[in-house]
């Protein structure tokens, strides 16, 4: 059933969800999402974005956007480079060999049920090869045009049996005119995920028009909480302190050398 909405809204889809860190970044006020529907496949995932989020604009859901709606193997789940490719290489030791079964939904017909025609919309795409599925389902509906713009990580290249297809794909993609950011584009030297989707975001023309500087305090606020209570996102804050105060790589340089 179609969820309609009065007035347009500003959503993001963050496929791949991992540990939350991308809806994090999301979630700073500058750039005012309604909606945020975070897509993560691992049930222990799941659990732990759940626990670190408790927005009520943040909607987590434990599935996997595809060509299809069907149900599929997730290998390696739990590790960062989980998939329903069984090619897929994992990263680190976390959650390989875990081999469970997830729900799959065609993203065509998740962007009909969730998403209106004027409403505005931003997809990150870091999901270890199914971003190939996704985007031939939005292309061959044309639904690609409902997304403003997208993040997509092309992991598929990673998968040999994929490789081909994958690089067709994104030739439709470019063709097709969709706007969209590469990870090399945007989140390198961004230190954390979390920097990199922030980046992103403000590259991509997320950031509210709105109440300026109401936003710009509430998002100090906001980052200044980020980096007290979730170490993993707060390198990004770090090189931004050592951009704007350079002196501050001075005196950490000068500490280092009297202890």
Same mark, same amino acid.
């Given at each position: 059933?179609?969820?309609?909405?009065?007035?347009?809204? /500003?959503?993001?889809?963050?496929?791949?969800?991992?540990?939350?860190?991308?809806? !994090? &970044? &999301?979630?700073?006020?500058?750039?005012?999402?309604?909606?945020?529907?975070?897509?993560?496949?691992?049930?222990?995932?799941?659990? /732990?974005?759940?626990?670190?989020?408790?927005?009520?604009?943040?909607?987590?859901?434990?599935?996997?956007?595809?060509?299809?709606?069907?149900?599929?193997?997730?290998?390696?789940?739990?590790?960062?480079?989980?998939?329903?490719?069984?090619?897929?290489?994992?990263?680190?030791?976390?959650?390989?060999?875990?081999?469970?079964?997830?729900?799959?939904?065609?993203?065509?017909?998740?962007?009909?049920?969730?998403?209106?025609?004027?409403?505005?919309?931003? +997809?990150?795409?870091?999901?270890?090869?199914?971003?190939?599925?996704?985007?031939? #389902?939005? !292309?061959?509906?044309?639904?690609?045009?409902?997304?403003?713009?997208?993040?997509?990580?092309?992991?598929?290249?990673?998968?040999?049996?994929?490789?081909?297809?994958?690089? /067709?794909?994104? &030739?439709?993609?470019?063709? #097709?005119?969709?706007?969209?950011?590469?990870?090399?584009?945007?989140?390198?030297? +961004?230190?954390?995920?979390?920097?990199?989707?922030?980046?992103?975001?403000?590259?991509?023309?997320?950031?509210?028009?709105?109440?300026?500087?109401?936003?710009?305090?509430?998002?100090? !606020?906001?980052?200044?909480?980020?980096? !007290?209570?979730?170490?993993?996102?707060?390198?990004?804050?770090?090189?931004?302190?050592?951009?704007?105060?350079?002196?501050? /790589?001075?005196?950490?340089?000068?500490?280092?050398?009297?202890?």
């Amino acid at each position: 059933m179609k969820m309609h909405q009065n007035s347009p809204q /500003k959503i993001l889809i963050d496929e791949g969800g991992f540990n939350g860190t991308a809806t !994090l &970044a &999301a979630l700073d006020p500058i750039f005012e999402f309604d909606k945020i529907f975070t897509i993560e496949p691992s049930a222990r995932l799941v659990s /732990k974005i759940k626990n670190k989020i408790s927005d009520p604009r943040v909607t987590v859901l434990k599935c996997a956007l595809s060509n299809k709606t069907a149900t599929s193997s997730f290998f390696n789940s739990g590790n960062p480079g989980g998939s329903v490719y069984q090619q897929a290489p994992a990263f680190g030791s976390e959650g390989v060999g875990n081999q469970s079964i997830v729900q799959l939904v065609d993203a065509s017909l998740f962007v009909d049920i969730f998403i209106n025609n004027n409403d505005l919309v931003f +997809m990150k795409l870091n999901c270890e090869g199914s971003e190939v599925d996704i985007l031939e #389902s939005l !292309l061959l509906s044309g639904k690609i045009s409902r997304i403003k713009n997208m993040l997509i990580d092309l992991d598929a290249l990673k998968i040999e049996s994929e490789v081909d297809r994958a690089l /067709k794909i994104m &030739a439709s993609v470019r063709q #097709s005119g969709a706007s969209f950011f590469t990870p090399e584009e945007v989140q390198f030297n +961004m230190v954390t995920n979390y920097g990199g989707i922030h980046n992103w975001l403000q590259r991509a023309g997320a950031e509210s028009k709105k109440s300026i500087l109401l936003r710009k305090i509430k998002s100090i !606020l906001y980052n200044i909480n980020i980096f !007290l209570n979730h170490p993993d996102c707060n390198g990004y804050h770090k090189m931004l302190l050592l951009r704007k105060f350079p002196f501050l /790589k001075v005196l950490a340089k000068s500490n280092r050398r009297k202890e």
